[in-house]
């Protein structure tokens, strides 16, 4: 997250950069020629709230995302390491500047968070924010359903039916509200 002063030109709600090799990137997240690694020229995406009420006095409130490896220490990608997320937030605002967004001077504020972070906090397996893996023709069928075989036991969000993204995760906390009875 970044908070930064003034208004960035020609900048949307929802901000697409794209890198010079698709592919690389994809190799260095998932390990396909050599062990995973920060990608070194990634996709960034930034959200950047167009409404005013969310972004008073003329600044800017970043969400910004990019691909990255999951945390695994035994498989070699430790996201605990000192200062990695810093650094490699810093090397994101770099890439951003050469790609022609130069906001470097007008930071005021930023936070970074790394897949180990979102292991620790939300105790989804290295740090995946989309659940469990979807590639395959079966796997969105072979999510958990959101109602259990124990009373009372419900699940919710990115791994359980219908899968990862906002969106869908939306629609398992309705389906289990129903379920309940709440909505």
């Not at 950069?17 to 390990?31: L, T």
Request: hydrophobic content about 35%; glycine content about 8%.
């Amino acid at each position: 997250m970044v908070a930064v002063n003034g208004k960035t030109p020609d900048f949307e709600h929802h901000n697409v950069f794209f890198p010079q090799n698709y592919d690389a990137e994809f190799d260095s997240v998932f390990g396909y020629t050599s062990k995973a690694k920060p990608v070194v020229d990634p996709t960034i995406y930034i959200c950047s709230p167009s409404d005013s009420k969310m972004t008073p006095y003329r600044k800017e409130s970043w969400f910004v995302l990019v691909n990255a490896p999951r945390h695994d220490v035994a498989g070699g990608m430790d996201w605990n390491q000192p200062e990695l997320k810093e650094n490699y937030a810093d090397q994101i605002l770099q890439t951003l500047a050469a790609r022609g967004v130069d906001v470097t001077n007008r930071i005021t504020w930023q936070a970074a968070s790394s897949p180990a972070d979102l292991e620790r906090n939300t105790m989804a397996p290295g740090g995946s924010i989309y659940g469990t893996s979807s590639n395959g023709m079966r796997s969105a069928f072979l999510r958990p359903e959101n109602v259990t075989k124990i009373p009372n036991l419900y699940l919710v969000g990115g791994s359980s039916h219908p899968g990862g993204g906002l969106p869908l995760v939306g629609m398992s906390a309705e389906i289990v509200a129903n379920h309940i009875g709440r909505a």
